[in-house]
């Protein structure tokens, strides 16, 4: 399976601010997407991150509260904007191998711990 | 809405095998079966999937009923280190969105 590293591992952040989190694969994948897990619940899709174009993202989640970038085959990066307290949540990114790798699998990254104060 | 349904938490002994069921009534013919857990709200970590034979890998078995209406995987000899949440998914064949369910919280007992 692909290695997934995400940047930061956690974080702190007052009200307001945005807060831009990386997600680096060690092979090139052919879908990369984004989770959000809200404390003691289960994880939510927020979006497909597309190579090249923007991003797909789902029911209840706006590009401008969550703008994604994936300029090549193994970088994305998520933005949590303008956050409140309610975006406290992990986040994670999520990726399916490419060629020579199980296709028909997603493969989790770390998460990204986020409190907002 | 997830498409499945799981038991909220079991308990299971030390070296038993641990049997976690999923109901997954309406799947369609084109729709695959796939188990992941998360430990400690680490990333959820893949099992193991299946679309209507059983299935056996290093971690656990599939077994899923003729009429694919519901599945169990199981840990053949359970440690305290399978301890975490377990989610079952049904995900249809090309597609890749997952919609979690609440998932089952195993706690493997010394």
């Known amino acids: 399976s692909a290695v997934i590293s995400q940047k930061p591992s956690r974080d702190i952040c007052q009200r307001g601010t945005s807060l831009t989190i990386q997600c680096q694969v060690d092979?090139?994948?052919?879908?990369m997407f984004w989770y959000r897990q809200q404390p003691g619940q289960s994880l939510t899709l927020i979006a497909t991150?597309?190579?090249?174009?923007?991003?797909?993202?789902e029911s209840g989640f706006v590009i401008d509260k969550f703008p994604i970038s994936r300029p090549n085959l193994t970088f994305s990066t998520l933005t949590v904007s303008n956050m409140s307290p309610e975006d406290s949540s992990i986040y994670l990114c999520?990726?399916?191998?490419?060629?020579?790798?199980?296709?028909?699998?997603?493969?989790f990254g770390p998460g990204t711990r986020l409190l907002v104060l | 809405d997830a498409k499945t349904t799981q038991p909220t938490s079991m308990d299971c002994a030390e070296g038993r095998a641990a049997n976690l069921p999923c109901n997954h009534s309406?799947?369609?013919?084109?729709?695959?079966v796939y188990w992941y857990r998360q430990i400690h709200s680490q990333g959820p970590q893949y099992i193991i999937h299946g679309l209507k034979n059983n299935e056996t890998n290093e971690m656990a078995s599939l077994i899923i009923t003729e009429d694919r209406k519901s599945s169990t995987l199981i840990l053949p000899h359970a440690t305290l280190r399978d301890t975490a949440v377990y989610y079952c998914i049904v995900r249809p064949r090309g597609t890749y969105k997952y919609i979690f369910g609440t998932g089952t919280r195993l706690k493997v007992l010394a």
């Open positions: 991150a597309n190579q090249g174009s923007e991003a797909t993202y």
């Open positions: 092979s090139q994948v052919t879908m």
């Open positions: 999520s990726v399916v191998p490419g060629v020579g790798g199980n296709q028909e699998t997603q493969y």
């Open positions: 309406t799947i369609s013919g084109n729709e695959y």
